[in-house]
Structures are given as structure tokens and as C-alpha cells.
């Protein structure tokens, strides 16, 4: 049967990682675990992980090493396969060589060591090592400096560094071993833990040199194997993964060596262990090859499982431990870090709280109290005592506790440990009491009335609203355990109801309020008196709170906002917005003058005039937070529905590293422009996220501006010259970044104020002198100019007043041409048409009177002949007035054929050339162009006594060019500029008009004698 630990590792370990990037890659949960995990993943594929001695992290992925201080990642290139990997206290790197990547030469084997001092690899070949797939187990430890302890599989053997001698402890033939599976470093000084397939082997170092073994077989051994890795918690507690070879296939099952002997944990359990580590919650953590997380609530009791994507969606691989309950873990992703949150579960503070539903406060004795259904529990210290109670055998009654009302001594010795409120029949509404000289809980009832809400009072003694039975009124009532004694009604105080809550302050005032009605009140000196809320009331707001402060302030949450109140001016004043919450439900000042504002999503915190939040992140549950208190040995807790947290500070001590990002920002600017710089920071391992970082910022010696969330700072006016912005960080924990981030930058003098600008302005006064020289010449010559000028203004005034006749006589003509072609199209319609239409009419009505078929047959013809003259006039017309073949086959086409027409008409010979790709034209264009061909091709026939003629139609880009040319007699520029009077004159001038209106131009060359060229270009327009 073949088993993990005996397959040859490459092929193993191949496919597993294979497998491993399948399912890291699969779902994302969002699942949250107490403790605070982060995920790193510029670390890629993080196989072996460990820890320096400074506590950075220590990683390599065969082909990199990583430092990894917290702030910054130190990548150190290696050219070999790594395996197990140290850091010595000298800050040396050590790891053995991964024998089955075939990367190293052959002839090597054994140790290399980085030293940051040359930036170096260096190799220490160890024979005992040669051709043994070590792969990625621990398989050496440091006994003393350059003094190892090692396994290759086969064997146990130290090996000195220096001296290159090696000894062998222990061989597999001397115990019942097939194979050396790992070797860990114990924690007690000069104690080693082998584990082997069969079981697990002590060794021991004394203060001689001398080394010792024994051997603790694992029960079965015929039948039971030992699967890679072993957890090393401690020299008393090891875990192991055991194969079940009876079984067919083999069944897996947890182990535990605890002291001297062994324990059987799990039935079932299919995970490769890769590490593991305890933490301070009383929990053992194990990572699982392709599992995720598995942790072991009560060791040898019950075993939790977590999938690794319940976490960060990825697949675990390989974890380290370190002090301070801290943990690495290697994943297919990235490294993740699983550290203690600022919020803990109750099992920090004593591990027996664990498994508590719900914590209902600490009493004067100090006592912590917890309940969960058909219980409560007082626990001090490590002592625990239960209370069957069966007014909450269910977990819904524990969301009926009021929380208002929690742990309050009574002046008659007793303890009210809560109000249970019963939703569905008030009648069941009772005080639960602790009687500590009798050691019972006790329950308190009135026969006449029924508690509908209950708060805490001055002078061990609590305030209850209460109904009557007989007359349902409600009365606020004080009770110090043994008489209730009436302060008010509902008749005096109208605004009393079962959702009304009642606070006392120092000075013996007492608040009333009520988020779902309103004003709110106060009795003082048995007066009640209404006080306006800042705010409407919203009821889908709700939520209310009250504190008194150190002070004697008085803050007060309506909704969402909270107040303080000013009861000079009877105003409030706004202290903080919750609307992303949704409801303040507690406020609460502790001795170091925080206050704390519980919301429902999140709970706020005021230290130092800056607020902080916490929320999942940090390590709170991710349901609706209810109170938040502090117990007598000034723990504070915060009470959700569905569990409890405890506030840690401790777990997080690092400050954040701020930073100016150089390619973000200038070091010059222009004078009276706003400045912006924006900055970046990062907590140490991420421990908060970079959005809860808050920033504040100094500008030069200015004071320092208050901390926000805005990573960037804004200035106006700032003065020119050197300046130099100091910027500095703070995480939740409220740890301020220890080194500002400094940017230095300078600010440009206004021009005016440059030294250049006196070169500028001496500069300027000899351009000024020459200016001047310059004015004298021309008045000088002003006379001269005057002339000038005055002719170009008269030549410029006779070629306005000759473009304006131009102008008119060419809308005379055209008003002309208009009415000579109407004239001319009623003509033809009438002579040509209309005529032979009418004969026709004529010819088929003497057609109906014939009757012999010859007769008939030649009048038909007649008919059909005349028809046929009759179409064709027709189509010379439509021809004449707009060519089908323009819109048919486009402009080019038009063109030849008008060609072909002049040819036999006037016996002009017209070559007609087309270049370019052409365009889609819009009508308007088509047909411009094809008239002002005609007219050009008009004034050949007419004007140039040419006998041959060219069109050339070229296509651009932009444009469109018709370019037509002749060789006939030409004519002169003069007579180009006057030729108005011709009856072509006005053609080429109103081509011209119409060529600008278009965005083109007409261009006219003539040499007299030599022929005339006339190019018309039109910008090309969408269609």
C-alpha cells in the first residue's frame, strides 16, 4: 500500500500544487474569525514561511526570498531551489537545497547561506545529503552558531559548519522506523522532536555535548502511519496526522501526543498538516494542505474546520509561529498574517468563557456574569459557577435582555442582573436578581403592575417604568430592592411609554427620551420640564443615547447625529454624523476621557478630539452592536445580538509609515496657484486598512492641522520661497507615525520681483528707444504713408463698389436666367408635350370609329411613333434640368457623358480624367459641382476657340477638385479681374460667389494664346 509518506516527494508535491491554484482560485467568502487577518499578495507563492528573530517575516518561493519588516518587502534573488529556511542572530539566511528541482549542479548538495554583508550565496555541501529529496520539511535546526542538527530521511546527524564533521545520532535501523519524516526545535533549551512514520522521537542535548534519544512509538504502529507534518506546539503538546492502513482505502485521523502518551482526536480527517500554533484564546491552529485553517476549540474535544477561501478565497500551503500570538501563513495567493484584533472574543481574558452567548456585566464583587439558554454563569478569575435558569432556555430569549439594565446593585445587597421582557406576553416581564449572601438568583414580579423598561439610578437603586394591571397607566418608579417608590405618571409626564428611557445625572436631574416621540424631557426638583431635540424625530432613524461627562457636559445621540447640549442657550451642538450607521445606541466616557458612541454598524471613539471607528475589521462581530461597558477590573466590552467583544489595545503597538510619493507631486510651483501634495501611508502589516488611516500635516513652523481622512493637503497664498510640509499618520489604535514624511518645495517670486528683471527692463527701455527713433522716421514720412494709404483705401473702395455692380447685375441676371428657363420649359412642355399629347387624343378617338384591322393597325403605329417623340422630348428635358445619372452613378459618370454631349453637339473634343477614391456627396454639392462643370465647359465653346478640352475630377482626402482646361485663345489678368461686361463674366463670377459660400475657392490661369485653366476646389462635407 503506498502511502504520503513514502511516495517520492516531486511528483507528490507537483500535484498537489496544481491542485492547490485550482481551488485557491475558486469562491471569495467574506466570512469573519477573531483575530485579524491580512493578505499580502506582492509576496507570490509563498512556500516556506518563517520568522527572523526581529519578528519580520521570512519567506521564499524557490526562486525568491523575502524580508518582509511589516512596511516595505526585501527581495533577494536565488539561483537555487530553496527548502526549509532560518535566519541566524547575525541576520544570516539559512536553507538546505531542494535536491529534486534538478537546478543546482549535480555534484552539489547540503546548505546555503545568504550573508547580507557581501550580498552572497555561499554553499556548504554535506554528503549525508546527497541524493535525498528533503523537499520543503524542517529538516535542520540550529543547536549552537554554525552547529546543525539534521535529518535526511535516514538518519538524525549534527554537522559543524565550520569543520565540516558530522556525527550520526540516530539511524532508522535502530528504532522501528521506514522513514524520518521532519525535525523541529522543542521548547525547552537543548530539546529536538523527530517525527518518523511510526511515531515521534525525542532528543536531548545536555550540558556536556552529549545527545540522547527515546522514542515514543505511535499505538498500532503495525497497522497506523504517520502522514506529513507534524504540528510542535510544545515539548508536551504534538499533532499528527495518522493513516489508518487497515482500512481500504486508508482512513485518516488527528493525534495528539500529550506529555508521554497519545490521544486519538478525530474519526475522520483527510488534511496533509502543514504547521500550526497556539494562540491566547486557548484555540490550536493548524494549516492543512488544500484545507484551509483547522483549529481545535477544546483540544481533544472538538475540531473546527475553516476552509481557506472562507478567509481570503486561497488555498493554504505552508504557516509559521511566532511569539506574541502571531502567525504566517504561505498561501497559492499570496502570505497572510493572522495576528490578534483590537476586539477579542471573551476566552482572551479566561478561556473557560468561551461558548458564552452573551455577557450581561461584572457585579460589585467583581464577578463577571454571562448567560446562555437554561443558564447564567459568575466567573472570577479562573472559577466558574452555573445557575440553571430556565426564564432563557431559548437562544432568542436573550435578545429580550435590556441592556439598559445590567449588573446594578440594589442598597439591599442584591445584584440586578437584568430585565427579562417578554414580547409576546408582557405579563412574563421580570427582574432577575443575584442574591450573593445566599448564593441564588432570584426573580422579581409585582402582582399590581408590570415592568415595562428599566434603567439605572443613583444610590443602588434602579428606575422602572411600570403599567398597571387594572388601568394599563404607565408611572416612572424608583426601587432600591425592597419599596418602589412613584416619581411620576403618565398624567404628569405625557410623553412616557414603554419606549421612553430614563438617565440621571450627578446633580439629580432626570432625562427622559424617546426617539419615536417627542419633545423630550427633564425632572428636576420633581418639575417636569419639555426639551426641544435639535432634530425632527425620524422614526426610521431610531436610536437615542445619553451621557454625562467628566465635565458635567451632557451629550445626547437623537438618530444618527450626536448632541451636546448648551443649557445656557437650550441649544445643541453637533459632535458627530453616524449616518452610515443608522441609529446611536450607547455612549460611555472611561478614565483615559475616550468616548465611546455605539452605532449599530460600527462603534466610534473620541480620544483627544479625534474620532476613530471600529468595526469587523478590527475584530467585532459583523452583527448589530447593542451597549458597550466597563467592567470592575476596567475591561471594556462591547454587547452585540449575537456574541461579546473585549477591547485589547495591546494587540497593536505599531505605528503607521507615512510617505509623500515622489511621482505624484511638485517640487516647484508659480505664486498665488493652490498647492496640492497628496501623501500615503501603511500600517504595519496592514493592521488597519489604508481608508481608516487618518492624516494631519505642518507647514513649515504653522501649527499642526487636525487629522482627516483626505491623503492630500491644500494651500492658497502661500508666500514665495522655501517651504517644508511635514506629514504624519495615525492608525485606530491611535499609534501616531513615529518619523514625519518631510516635502520640501519652493514657491516662484512674481515676476516683478525676479533679480532678471532689471536685464528685462533695460532690455525693454532700448526696444522702447528704438520705437521711438522708429515714430520719428515715420512721421516723417507721414505724408507719404497718408498718400498711400489713400490710395489703397480708394482701389480697395472701387473693387467693393465693382463687386457690389457685380453682385447686382448678377442677381439680375440670374432673376433673368430664371425666368428665360421657365419660359423656356413652358415652351417646350406646350410645343413639344403637350401638343403631341393632344394628337394623339385626337388620332385614338378617330381610332375607335375604324374598322378595318388595317386601318387600325396603321393608325396605332402613328400613335406609337408619336408617343415615342414624345418620350424622348421628355427625357431630353429631365436630362436638360437634372441628369439621372448624376444621382444613378455619381458625379463622375455625369461628367463623361456631359462630355460625349458637348462633343457632338459643338464638336469639342473632352478628354475627362478621375483620380482618388470617391466620396459619398451630399445633393446640394453633386449637383453645384456638375452645373458649374456645364457653365465652365459653356464658356469653352463660346469664348475660347479651342478645339480640345480637358476635365479632371480628383478626389482627396478633404477635398474635391474639378480642374478644367482648354487650349484656345486665353486671355489677360486684366481681362480675368474685368471681365464683367461678357456674358461668361458672370458665370465665373458667380461660381466664384457660390465656390466661398461653399469654403472652397476658384482659381483662374490664362495665357493669352496659349489656353486657360479653371480649378474649382470644394471642401468635402458628410452626406
Known amino acids: 500500500m503506498t502511502l504520503m509518506s513514502t511516495i517520492p516527494m516531486k511528483t507528490e508535491i507537483h500535484r498537489y500544487f496544481l491542485l492547490a491554484v485550482l481551488i485557491g482560485a475558486s469562491s471569495v467568502s467574506h466570512a469573519q474569525h477573531p483575530g485579524v487577518w491580512r493578505y499580502f499578495p506582492e509576496i507570490t507563492l509563498p512556500f516556506v514561511v518563517n520568522f527572523t528573530p526581529e519578528g519580520y517575516a521570512l519567506i521564499h518561493n524557490h526562486e525568491t526570498v523575502f524580508i518582509y519588516d511589516g512596511y516595505e518587502v526585501k527581495k533577494i534573488h536565488v539561483d537555487s531551489r530553496l527548502g526549509a529556511i532560518q535566519q541566524d542572530e547575525q541576520g544570516r539566511i539559512w536553507s538546505v537545497y531542494n535536491d529534486h528541482s534538478q537546478i543546482m549542479p549535480p555534484d552539489f548538495y547540503g546548505m546555503i547561506l545568504y550573508d547580507p554583508a557581501t550580498e552572497q550565496w555561499q554553499r556548504f555541501p554535506i554528503p549525508d545529503l546527497q541524493g535525498k529529496n528533503i523537499g520543503d520539511s524542517d529538516c535542520f535546526e540550529f543547536y549552537e552558531p554554525n552547529q546543525l542538527i539534521l535529518t535526511n530521511h535516514e538518519k538524525f546527524f549534527t554537522y559543524d559548519l565550520k569543520t565540516g564533521e558530522s556525527h550520526d545520532i540516530l539511524r532508522r535501523e535502530d528504532v522501528s522506523h521506514e522513514f524520518f519524516l521532519s525535525l523541529n526545535k522543542g521548547s525547552s533549551e537543548g530539546v529536538f522532536w523527530g517525527i518518523g512514520d511510526q511515531g515521534i522521537l525525542r532528543f536531548t542535548r545536555n550540558t556536556k555535548g552529549e545527545w540522547t534519544w527515546r522514542n515514543y512509538p505511535l499505538p498500532g504502529a503495525d497497522h497506523r502511519k504517520v502522514q506529513w507534518y507534524p504540528v510542535v506546539l510544545s515539548d508536551q503538546e504534538i499533532y499528527v496526522r495518522v493513516a489508518e492502513l487497515n482500512d481500504e482505502p486508508p482512513s485518516y485521523f488527528l493525534m495528539r501526543f500529550h506529555g508521554d502518551r497519545w490521544e486519538k482526536l478525530t474519526q475522520n480527517y483527510p488534511f496533509h498538516l502543514r504547521n500550526g500554533w497556539a494562540d491566547s484564546l486557548g484555540r490550536i491552529w493548524t494549516s492543512g494542505w488544500l484545507a484551509g485553517l483547522i483549529y481545535l476549540q477544546e483540544p481533544g474535544k472538538e475540531i473546527k474546520t475553516i476552509e481557506g477561501n472562507d478567509i481570503l478565497g486561497l488555498t493554504l500551503c505552508h504557516s509559521a509561529f511566532c511569539k506574541d500570538d502571531v502567525a504566517l501563513i504561505g498561501s497559492v495567493g499570496g502570505l497572510m498574517r493572522h495576528a490578534p484584533a483590537l476586539w477579542q472574543p471573551p476566552a482572551k481574558l479566561n478561556p473557560q468563557f468561551s461558548g458564552y452567548d452573551k455577557v450581561l456585566g461584572s457585579d460589585e464583587q467583581g464577578n463577571l456574569w454571562f448567560a446562555k439558554p437554561g443558564q447564567l454563569i459568575r466567573g472570577q478569575g479562573k472559577e466558574m459557577q452555573r445557575y440553571d435558569w430556565k426564564t432563557m432556555d431559548r437562544i432568542e430569549d436573550l435578545q429580550t435582555i435590556n441592556l439598559d439594565l445590567q449588573c446594578h446593585p440594589l442598597a439591599d445587597g442584591r445584584t440586578v442582573l437584568y430585565l427579562y421582557k417578554n414580547f409576546w406576553d408582557s405579563s412574563q416581564n421580570q427582574l432577575t436578581v443575584y442574591d450573593a449572601a445566599a448564593n441564588l438568583i432570584q426573580s422579581v414580579t409585582r402582582p399590581d403592575k408590570i415592568f415595562e423598561n428599566g434603567f439605572p439610578g443613583p444610590n443602588k437603586t434602579i428606575y422602572l417604568i411600570c403599567k398597571d394591571t387594572q388601568t394599563n397607566l404607565l408611572s416612572l418608579e424608583q426601587f432600591d430592592g425592597a419599596t418602589y417608590q412613584p416619581i411620576a405618571d403618565e398624567n404628569a409626564i405625557s410623553d412616557l411609554d414603554n419606549k421612553t428611557r430614563v438617565f440621571y445625572t450627578r446633580s439629580g436631574d432626570i432625562w427622559l427620551l424617546n426617539f419615536y416621540r417627542g419633545p423630550y424631557g427633564m425632572i428636576r426638583k420633581g418639575n417636569y420640564q419639555t426639551i426641544e431635540p435639535p432634530v425632527n424625530h425620524l422614526t426610521e432613524t431610531p436610536g437615542n443615547a445619553f451621557l454625562e461627562r467628566s465635565d458635567g457636559t451632557i451629550w445626547a445621540g437623537f438618530g444618527y447625529v450626536v448632541y451636546e447640549y448648551d443649557p445656557d442657550q437650550e441649544t445643541w451642538k453637533q459632535q458627530l454624523d453616524c449616518t452610515e450607521d443608522i441609529g446611536v445606541r450607547e455612549m460611555l466616557e472611561t478614565e483615559d476621557g475616550s468616548i465611546w458612541v455605539v452605532a449599530r454598524k460600527r462603534i466610534y471613539r473620541l480620544k483627544n478630539g479625534i474620532w476613530v471607528y471600529y468595526n469587523y475589521k478590527e475584530g467585532l462581530p459583523s452583527s448589530t452592536y447593542m451597549s458597550i461597558f466597563k467592567d470592575r477590573q476596567q475591561h471594556l466590552w462591547a454587547v452585540s445580538y449575537t456574541s461579546d467583544s473585549l477591547f485589547c489595545p495591546d494587540a497593536d503597538s505599531d505605528p503607521p509609515l507615512v510617505a509623500i510619493p515622489e511621482e505624484e507631486n511638485?517640487?516647484?510651483?508659480?505664486?498665488?496657484?493652490?498647492?496640492?501634495?497628496?501623501?500615503?501611508?501603511?500600517?504595519?502589516?496592514?493592521?488597519?486598512?489604508?481608508?481608516?488611516?487618518?492624516?494631519?500635516?505642518?507647514?513649515?513652523?504653522?501649527?499642526?492641522?487636525?487629522?482627516?481622512?483626505?491623503?492630500?493637503?491644500?494651500?492658497?497664498?502661500?508666500?514665495?520661497?522655501?517651504?517644508?510640509?511635514?506629514?504624519?499618520?495615525?492608525?485606530?489604535?491611535?499609534?501616531?507615525?513615529?518619523?514625519?514624511?518631510?516635502?520640501?518645495?519652493?514657491?516662484?517670486?512674481?515676476?516683478?520681483?525676479?533679480?532678471?528683471?532689471?536685464?528685462?527692463?533695460?532690455?525693454?527701455?532700448?526696444?522702447?528707444?528704438?520705437?521711438?527713433?522708429?515714430?520719428?522716421?515715420?512721421?516723417?514720412?507721414?505724408?507719404?504713408?497718408?498718400?498711400?494709404?489713400?490710395?489703397?483705401?480708394?482701389?480697395?473702395?472701387?473693387?467693393?463698389?465693382?463687386?457690389?455692380?457685380?453682385?447686382?447685375?448678377?442677381?439680375?441676371?440670374?432673376?433673368?436666367?430664371?425666368?428665360?428657363?421657365?419660359?423656356?420649359?413652358?415652351?417646350?412642355?406646350?410645343?413639344?408635350?403637350?401638343?403631341?399629347?393632344?394628337?394623339?387624343?385626337?388620332?385614338?378617338?378617330?381610332?375607335?370609329?375604324?374598322?378595318?384591322?388595317?386601318?387600325?393597325?396603321?393608325?396605332?403605329?402613328?400613335?406609337?411613333?408619336?408617343?415615342?417623340?414624345?418620350?424622348?422630348?421628355?427625357?431630353?428635358?429631365?436630362?436638360?434640368?437634372?441628369?439621372?445619372?448624376?444621382?444613378?452613378?455619381?458625379?463622375?459618370?455625369?461628367?463623361?457623358?456631359?462630355?460625349?454631349?458637348?462633343?457632338?453637339?459643338?464638336?469639342?473634343?473632352?478628354?475627362?480624367?478621375?483620380?482618388?477614391?470617391?466620396?459619398?456627396?451630399?445633393?446640394?454639392?453633386?449637383?453645384?459641382?456638375?452645373?458649374?462643370?456645364?457653365?465652365?465647359?459653356?464658356?469653352?465653346?463660346?469664348?475660347?476657340q479651342a478645339s480640345h478640352g480637358n476635365v479632371w475630377l480628383a478626389w482627396a482626402t478633404e477635398s474635391i477638385r474639378i480642374q478644367v482646361s482648354d487650349d484656345g485663345i486665353g486671355f489677360t489678368r486684366q481681362e480675368t479681374r474685368n471681365h464683367v461686361s461678357d456674358q461668361g463674366g458672370y458665370g465665373l463670377f458667380g461660381l466664384r460667389e457660390r465656390a466661398t459660400r461653399m469654403g472652397g475657392e476658384l482659381e483662374i490661369q490664362s495665357i493669352p494664346k496659349q489656353g486657360t485653366i479653371v480649378s474649382l476646389t470644394i471642401p468635402l462635407r458628410e452626406k
Not at 816 to 839: M, P
Not at 896 to 912: K, M, P, R, S, W
Request: net charge negative.
Open 666 to 944: 511638485n517640487h516647484q510651483f508659480l505664486p498665488n496657484v493652490n498647492i496640492r501634495i497628496t501623501f500615503t501611508a501603511q500600517d504595519r502589516w496592514k493592521y488597519t486598512d489604508t481608508e481608516k488611516l487618518q492624516y494631519s500635516y505642518c507647514l513649515d513652523e504653522g501649527d499642526w492641522s487636525p487629522y482627516s481622512y483626505d491623503p492630500f493637503a491644500v494651500f492658497s497664498d502661500v508666500d514665495p520661497g522655501n517651504h517644508r510640509l511635514q506629514v504624519t499618520a495615525m492608525d485606530v489604535n491611535y499609534n501616531h507615525a513615529v518619523t514625519p514624511a518631510v516635502w520640501e518645495f519652493v514657491v516662484s517670486e512674481p515676476w516683478y520681483k525676479e533679480p532678471g528683471f532689471m536685464i528685462i527692463m533695460t532690455l525693454a527701455s532700448l526696444v522702447i528707444i528704438m520705437l521711438l527713433g522708429l515714430l520719428v522716421f515715420r512721421y516723417f514720412n507721414l505724408t507719404k504713408l497718408v498718400a498711400e494709404r489713400t490710395e489703397h483705401l480708394a482701389n480697395a473702395n472701387e473693387q467693393l463698389l465693382s463687386h457690389r455692380e457685380k453682385l447686382q447685375a448678377l442677381t439680375s441676371e440670374l432673376f433673368l436666367i430664371e425666368e428665360r428657363e421657365r419660359r423656356k420649359l413652358a415652351t417646350d412642355l406646350h410645343d413639344s408635350i403637350s401638343q403631341s399629347l393632344s394628337l394623339s387624343m385626337l388620332e385614338l378617338s378617330s381610332l375607335a370609329k375604324a374598322k378595318a384591322v388595317e386601318e387600325i393597325k396603321e393608325q396605332a403605329a402613328h400613335i406609337r411613333k408619336r408617343l415615342d417623340q414624345t418620350l424622348q422630348s421628355t427625357r431630353n428635358m429631365t436630362y436638360q434640368l437634372c441628369p439621372p445619372l448624376l444621382y444613378q452613378a455619381g458625379l463622375g459618370p455625369a461628367i463623361a457623358q456631359l462630355a460625349e454631349e458637348f462633343h457632338t453637339h459643338h464638336g469639342l473634343v473632352i478628354d475627362c480624367t478621375e483620380s482618388g477614391e470617391s466620396a459619398p456627396l451630399a445633393d446640394e454639392l453633386r449637383y453645384f459641382l456638375f452645373r458649374a462643370t456645364r457653365e465652365l465647359l459653356v464658356n469653352i465653346t463660346k469664348h475660347a
